[in-house]
């Protein structure tokens, strides 16, 4: 199976803050490669998928880079809205794997 | 507007066995994959399984964990998702949300149900 490791495990930052959330794959996955958003007691929320693409009506402050092994998901400018924890998947090979998420604080 | 509503989770006994449904509506159900996610207390997300649209034969693929035990179907007549659970487990406790596959391939989950807390227990 694809081991995705996700780090940090959690950061704390402050409102207006740049935001970087690494996730890499333990084998090659092109860019099959999404984020979701997940705050307490709610779904998850898909926010990109092929790595860079964002999902229909998700702020442009979001972005997703990469491809292979090594993957970013970046929020550019923190706002009360975005505290919550972030997951990163491979949808490329089974069985589709998660990564262990990054919650995000606020400072 | 894509709506997943999941139904059918609860209390079951070790051993026992429970089935989730998850109706769909806002899209063209047969056109799509759809996945099952579940979510431990406290936990990170695990997938569980797919099953594939009409197009790919309504194929099958599961998780390790629960390959054997659960059965993932689908009823087009009912725009309906299921998840079949047997054998059930203390560990299979969770959070169950079903999810759409999106409209490219291979699909990445675009839309969430709101989920169903499943507990094993005695």
């Known amino acids: 199976d694809i081991q995705m490791t996700q780090s940090p495990s959690s950061l704390s930052a402050s409102v207006g803050d740049r935001v970087t959330i690494t996730c890499r794959a333990s084998?090659?996955?092109?860019?099959?490669l999404a984020w979701f958003q997940q705050k307490p007691g709610k779904a998850p929320k898909s926010l990109i998928y092929?790595?860079?693409s964002l999902e229909s009506g998700v702020p442009s402050k979001f972005s997703g880079s990469g491809s292979g092994t090594d993957f970013t998901l970046t929020i550019s400018s923190l706002q009360p809205e975005d505290f919550a924890t972030y997951y990163c998947?491979?949808?490329?090979?089974?069985?589709?794997?998660f990564g262990g998420g990054t919650r995000v604080e606020i400072k | 507007e894509v709506q997943l509503v999941e139904s059918g989770g609860g209390l079951v006994q070790p051993g026992g066995s429970l089935r989730l449904s998850c109706a769909a509506s806002?899209?063209?159900?047969?056109?799509?994959?759809m996945d099952w996610v579940r979510q431990a207390p406290g936990k990170g997300l695990e997938w569980v399984g797919r099953?594939?649209?009409?197009?790919?034969?309504?194929?099958?693929e599961y998780a390790a964990s629960v390959k054997g035990r659960f059965t993932i179907s689908r009823d087009e007549s009912k725009n309906s998702l299921y998840l079949q659970m047997n054998s059930l487990q203390v560990e299979d406790t969770a959070m169950y949300y079903c999810?759409?596959?999106?409209?490219?391939?291979?699909?990445?989950?675009?839309?969430w149900g709101q989920g169903i807390l499943v507990t094993v227990s005695s």
């Open positions: 999810a759409k596959g999106g409209g490219y391939h291979p699909p990445s989950l675009d839309y």
């Open positions: 806002g899209f063209i159900f047969s056109d799509h994959y």
């Open positions: 099953i594939r649209n009409k197009a790919s034969r309504y194929t099958t």
């Open positions: 084998q090659g996955i092109s860019n099959y």
């Open positions: 092929g790595a860079s």
């Open positions: 998947q491979q949808y490329g090979i089974y069985p589709l794997t």
